[in-house]
């Protein structure tokens, strides 16, 4: 089992910065990588970045490229998304997931974090 906590949510003005975090705790050693989603009102969750766990290569949308960027730090077990020049479409809940070794799927889900992106 892995259990994920995410924060650092919150209102930014558009244009604006906001730092994610996402501890792990668990069975971390199973974990091959990490990613981050999110999921706007009345909008399918969508995939917005990740890291493998060993190697640190990171993948983004199309949507956060230059924008955004995901960092682990593997002696705390946690991952960071930074997220710079925020729009009011990059409003939403935003998830951390865990994929184990071996897995084609993310297997644990963190309970979520409020953005929003308002002036």
């Known amino acids: 089992q892995v259990q994920l906590v995410e924060s650092g949510g919150g209102l930014v003005q558009p244009g604006g910065s906001l730092r994610l975090s996402c501890a792990a705790s668990?069975?971390?050693?199973?974990?091959?990588?990490m990613g981050w989603f999110r999921q706007a009102p009345g909008k399918e969750r969508e995939f917005v970045a990740d890291i493998r766990w060993s190697n640190g290569i990171t993948y983004y949308a199309d949507s956060v490229k230059g924008r955004f960027t995901i960092s682990r730090d593997n002696a705390k077990s946690t991952v960071y998304l930074s997220m710079n020049s925020l729009k009011p479409e990059d409003a939403a809940v935003y998830y951390c997931a865990a994929r184990l070794a071996g897995s084609a799927v993310y297997d644990y889900w963190g309970q979520g974090t409020q953005v929003t992106v308002s002036s």
């Open positions: 668990g069975s971390i050693f199973s974990i091959n990588a």
